[in-house]
């Protein structure tokens, strides 16, 4: 039944548009037929005529009608419901990009996801729209961020995060999205869910050097803040079993953590690597800066005497190979799959979707330029 809901968070107009917009597209308004008159509308659903007049001005945005002075409003015959613009907006949970708010790494894997979002996006007549949303401290703000995602086909969250509005979107939008970072966020069926798993990084680390007949295989983890510490120690051990699981030479006296805070982390790197002499490292961090002084001070050359690599996003040493989660596959995969579902209604996956990770080698390993796998 065709109703507007007048306690509901969505906007009168906004209600209003979505019921015109299913007449469109069953055919109850055919193409190039006029719709009832405002008065017509407004009396059928209890409204005033302005709330009429704003949901027609969103059809007229999407270009589905046309208003002919004198005459009325009529179904545009060159625009349909299928091709119309899709809105999708980007919950972002910080209040801006600035390294003081979102350390380096984070800053690049947002503005990958969001270039891969933009390049689909713009190929299929998609406008993503990226916003701030704070944690909704009562049912008051709540709504008010549901009134915000109104007009939306999508919305887009990451992970956990904002797990309030998330779990209540699905009454605004029709697909609610989560980018699974790493550790896999809680998964809601029927949510579009698009990511990559730390361990998968980690695995891809391990086959990527397994055969390259390496003597001894060492780590050392050095955290950027207190919170890294867990994570990079079940990392290390992560390594640790893969890699001996893959028959790599992995001796324990060759796996060292530098505590936090990490004031001493050049000298520790560089008594680990006086000490145990591995010919690979695999370097469990993305502060480089201690590790290539430690290794400038021992005379080492990169790639020759001692290969190392480290698991990041960003390129903050573009001659060091790494592992790098698929951020840009990851925004253009989203953005794919929405535009299916909205524009063409191919069901969602049932599954969340891990995209494998990328390799991209530098001189920090010295390997032939043929195994090289660009960044996308």
């Given amino acids: 039944m065709e109703v507007l809901q007048k306690d509901r968070s969505t906007p009168l107009p906004q209600q209003l548009y979505k019921i015109l917009l299913e007449r469109i597209s069953s055919g109850r308004y055919p193409a190039g037929k006029k719709l009832d008159s405002i008065r017509v509308l407004a009396r059928e659903f209890k409204i005033s005529d302005r709330v009429v007049n704003q949901a027609l001005e969103l059809l007229e945005k999407d270009s589905l009608i046309i208003r002919e002075p004198a005459r009325g409003v009529f179904v545009s015959r060159s625009n349909t419901v299928d091709n119309k613009p899709l809105r999708v907006i980007l919950v972002f949970p910080e209040v801006g ?11 690049h894997a947002n503005t990958e996801i969001y270039r891969g979002m933009l390049e689909v996006g713009i190929a299929h007549n998609t406008h993503i729209h990226l916003e701030y949303f704070p944690e909704a401290e009562d049912n008051f703000a709540l709504n008010g961020q549901l009134q915000r995602l109104a007009g939306y086909d999508a919305a887009i969250f990451y992970g956990d995060q904002r797990r309030k ?15 699974q970072f790493g550790a896999p966020a809680e998964y809601r069926e029927p949510e579009l869910a698009v990511g990559y798993s730390d361990r998968e990084l980690v695995e ?10 390496y003597r001894k295989c060492g780590c050392i983890a050095v955290p950027r803040t207190s919170d890294d510490v867990p994570f990079l120690h079940w990392r290390t051990l992560e390594y640790c079993r893969l890699g001996r699981a893959a028959g790599l030479p992995v001796p324990d ?21 006086r000490r145990e002499k591995p010919d690979f490292l695999f370097y469990n961090s993305d502060h ?7 290794v400038s001070k021992l005379n080492l050359q990169p790639g020759r005497e001692i290969d190392f690599m480290y698991i990041g996003a960003s390129s903050v040493c573009p001659i060091c190979s790494r592992v790098t989660p698929p951020f840009r596959q990851i925004g253009r995969e989203m953005i ?27 001189n920090s390993t010295g390997w032939s ?5 660009d960044e996308m």
Avoid: M
């Fill in 97 to 107: 990009i600035l390294p003081e708010v979102l350390p380096v790494g984070n800053w």
């Fill in 369 to 373: 330029h043929d195994n090289r796998t």
């Fill in 336 to 362: 794919s799959r929405i535009v299916d579902y909205c524009r063409w209604k191919r069901p969602l996956p049932s599954e969340r979707i891990f995209l494998p990770p990328q390799i991209i080698t530098g």
């Fill in 165 to 179: 509005l998330r779990s209540v979107a699905a009454n605004e939008v029709a697909v609610v999205a989560t980018v």
């Fill in 204 to 213: 891809c680390l391990v086959d990527t050097i397994k055969s390259r007949g």
């Fill in 253 to 273: 006296g060759a796996l060292q953590e530098v505590p936090f805070p990490v004031v001493a982390a050049e000298d520790e790197i560089v008594a680990f690597l």
């Fill in 288 to 294: 480089l800066e201690p590790l290539y002084n430690a």
